[in-house]
């Protein structure tokens, strides 16, 4: 039984290019969590999705940023223009049922601006 | 605006020697409070959900418990493999959980 599966684990991207992060969820999960880590920072909330619907995109730039979870597919976090501001650690998590219920996160994609 | 605050923010300790992380939170109608552990350039796991005042829960060395107002995570005897970081989150009307910057915890042998 597979757990969450977020790729690349690493991506390195220039100033101005795009970055695009997938996360297949665990097997029948159909709720789905971004969240952004930076170095002695907490987690933060970024979008909550469901199968083609985005439920709550709250804490996510309104520029730039942008997420989808298909019908069929990963969930996509895409990043256009990047800055280096935008270096994080990006986990992914999902959940069977609501957002109380207990939700299982990725390994998470570093993602490195140079 | 949701809230939650975890204290100490390190914390060592020698092998055996049990103590307890704490995990203050604001939110309003508390829906959920969460537990995970966090090893270096991974992700957290999952231990513990909390959803009411009084209730607790096990697993090996952890003990979790809720009152109104925080919810501590009792570590007993903790091994050198116990090191990592604790994170809290709690979960309110918006249903979005908000996490706590953690507590890192290092066991020495």
């Known amino acids: 039984n597979a757990g969450v599966m977020q790729n690349p684990r690493h991506l390195v991207r220039r100033r101005g290019q795009e970055a695009r992060l997938r996360c297949s969820p665990m097997?029948?999960?159909?709720?789905v969590y971004w969240y952004r880590q930076l170095p002695e920072e907490g987690l933060k909330f970024m979008v909550y999705?469901?199968?083609?619907?985005?439920?709550?995109e709250s804490g996510m730039p309104k520029e730039r940023f942008s997420a989808e979870f298909p019908k069929e597919g990963p969930s996509i976090l895409r990043i256009q223009q990047v800055v280096r501001g935008d270096s994080a650690a990006y986990f992914c998590?999902?959940?069977?049922?609501?957002?109380?219920?207990?939700?299982?996160f990725g390994q998470g994609t570093r993602l490195t601006v140079v | 605006e949701d809230q939650v605050t975890q204290s100490p923010e390190a914390l060592r300790l020698q092998e055996g020697e049990s103590s307890s992380l704490n995990c203050s939170y604001t939110?309003?109608?508390?829906?959920?409070l969460f537990w995970y552990r966090q090893d270096p350039g991974k992700g957290p796991e999952f231990l513990f959900t909390?959803?009411?005042a009084g209730e607790e829960k096990e697993k090996e060395r952890l003990k979790a418990t809720l009152t109104k107002k925080e919810s501590f995570l009792h570590i007993t005897a903790p091994k050198p493999e116990d090191s990592a970081t604790y994170l809290c989150?709690?979960?309110?009307?918006?249903?979005?959980?908000?996490f706590g910057r953690g507590t890192s915890l290092i066991v020495h042998p």
């Open positions: 909390l959803y009411s």
């Open positions: 989150a709690a979960t309110g009307g918006s249903y979005i959980p908000t």
């Open positions: 097997k029948g999960h159909s709720h």
């Open positions: 999705l469901q199968k083609e619907n985005i439920i709550d």
């Open positions: 998590a999902s959940s069977l049922g609501a957002p109380n219920t207990e939700a299982f």
């Open positions: 939110v309003s109608g508390l829906r959920g």
